[in-house]
């Protein structure tokens, strides 16, 4: 590597922004992204998480871009988190990997015919960023343990670090407009009547903590599948900034996985203490302070179906028109076998046709959509699975099952249609007689609220989860994770 690539690819972290974008030489840049931070404090101490100004969290930083070492570990403020811009290096020789310019090579500037469409995408993504850490603004008042609460942060400063990572594209390459939609960025709030976020998912509450593990499963995921899908873009600082958040991303999933099996683990050992075999039995494990299994089910089957809603509708023109463009491809594009234009390819999508359920060819374009769709269910599959081991292990007998493709949808193919989680067609009368069958009932949300009890002191976990088998950063347990002063 030449001397100049290395200069690139080294993060300034003296600067006010660290950054491996060489600010230092971009004034006009600098000066606009200087003038956003102040605000974006703001929207933090306004929106983030409440009360916690002054605790002190032990977090992970990224201070470079080396797969190999690019974070460090310590406790800091999180209004003095350093949120930096951080981009993969960059690949010399890039061509565009799909579409109809397959072949050029990648973007650095933004082309001018794909302007709106590009901007439209980045902003949709970064949207979802400060939404999330805005509905998890409450939760560390109820953490149930400060290892918890520290994740909770550290998925929060990242979720802030995506919109950093967003607005700096927007900033750089999209001119007054681009400026203006960083300012909007602030400006929207999850849930609000008049400015809500721009996804559905993303306006939904989470409530408690067993909600918080399973959107960081489930929706994280989703936006894994996005930034993996953003990655292959032929513009190539977005595909350089998705490759690097998807490094921080893995960490939210693992926290919604292990947070969900950790769960399980503690209904299973209080249910084998007390001599439960019933895992049906839901009065008996509620009397244990823990939560039961058709419970979670239902915790499952709500956030796979919301989560599923963000995929969009299965054939969509513009998703065609994106990948066409070379804005937006598949996942794993560069492993698929195929000619990555796809004019004359199909795919299976699935849907009702007079009540029935039927499996049709599209074209491969048009389905782009549904494609990413089942690679996100594939994708979620893994983690249910090992769910399901720590149930059998335990010697219960009882199965978690992501819900069918259809199930609870208000986007898509299956919109108009009531579908069973097992994929059964059915009336709405039956949906009606049936729904607190597979959702969560406000019975059964008070029922887990009444668990949410915070626990502050070293090494101390609510009766309703089990402790981490390891802590953070090889730290044990009872490490601890925030000082509250
Ligand atoms: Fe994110
Ligand atoms: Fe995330």
Redesign the pocket.
């Given at each position: 590597m030449s001397s100049v690539e290395d200069a690139i690819v080294e993060v300034n972290y003296d600067e006010l922004i660290p950054n491996n974008v060489d600010l230092a030489n971009d004034a006009r840049l600098k000066k606009a992204l200087e003038s956003w931070h102040p605000k974006y404090i703001d929207w933090w101490n306004e929106a983030g998480p409440e009360d916690t100004q002054e605790l002190e969290v032990y977090l992970r930083t990224a201070v470079g871009v080396d797969p190999k070492g690019w974070a460090k570990f310590g406790h800091v403020k999180m209004p003095e988190y350093r949120w930096g811009i951080l981009l993969a290096p960059k690949e010399e020789g890039r061509t565009i990997p799909f579409g109809k310019h397959k072949g050029e090579p990648a973007w650095q500037e933004v082309p001018g015919e794909y302007r709106a469409m590009l901007r439209r995408l980045i902003v949709v993504q970064g949207d979802t960023?400060p939404a999330s850490v805005e509905q998890q603004r409450y939760l560390s008042k109820t953490a149930p343990s400060l290892y918890d609460m520290r994740n909770l942060f550290q998925v929060n400063v990242?979720?802030g670090r995506?919109l950093w990572a967003m607005v700096y594209l927007l900033v750089k390459y999209f001119g007054r407009d681009g400026r203006e939609e960083a300012e909007a960025m602030l400006e929207r709030r999850s849930a609000n009547e008049d400015k809500p976020r721009i996804l559905g998912a993303f306006n939904e509450e989470t409530p408690d903590w067993l909600s918080f593990f399973m959107f960081t499963y489930f929706t994280d995921r989703d936006?894994k599948m996005q930034l993996e899908s953003l990655a292959q873009s032929g513009f190539d600082p977005l595909s350089r900034s998705c490759r690097f958040?998807l490094t921080e991303?893995a960490h939210h999933m693992f926290v919604g996985e292990t947070g969900v099996g950790r769960v399980i683990q503690r209904t299973c050992d209080a249910m084998n203490e007390a001599g439960i075999t019933d895992a049906n039995d839901i009065e008996a494990v509620r009397k244990l302070g823990v939560i039961d299994l058709p419970t979670l089910q239902k915790k499952v089957n709500f956030h796979a179906s919301v989560t599923y809603d963000l995929f969009g509708a299965e054939v969509s023109t513009n998703a065609a028109a994106a990948f066409t463009a070379g804005i937006k491809g598949r996942f794993n594009e560069n492993k698929l076998d195929d000619d990555h234009v796809l004019t004359d390819a199909v795919y299976s999508v699935d849907r009702i046709v007079d009540g029935k359920l039927v499996v049709e060819e599209e074209p491969a374009l048009n389905a782009i959509n549904g494609r990413l769709l089942d690679d996100y269910i594939k994708d979620a599959t893994g983690g249910v699975g090992r769910w399901n081991k720590i149930i059998q292990k335990s010697g219960i007998d009882f199965e978690l099952k992501l819900p069918h493709k259809g199930f609870n949808r208000k986007i898509g193919e299956f919109s108009e249609n009531s579908v069973t989680p097992t994929g059964e067609v059915i009336s709405e009368s039956e949906w009606s007689s049936n729904e607190y069958e597979w959702l969560c009932s406000e019975a059964d949300g008070d029922y887990i609220n009444s668990l949410m009890v915070a626990c502050r002191e070293k090494g101390q976990y609510a009766g309703w989860i089990a402790e981490p088998r390891v802590g953070i950063n090889n730290q044990s347990s009872d490490f601890e994770y925030v000082k509250i002063n």
């Open positions: 960023e990242e979720e995506h936006g958040m991303e």
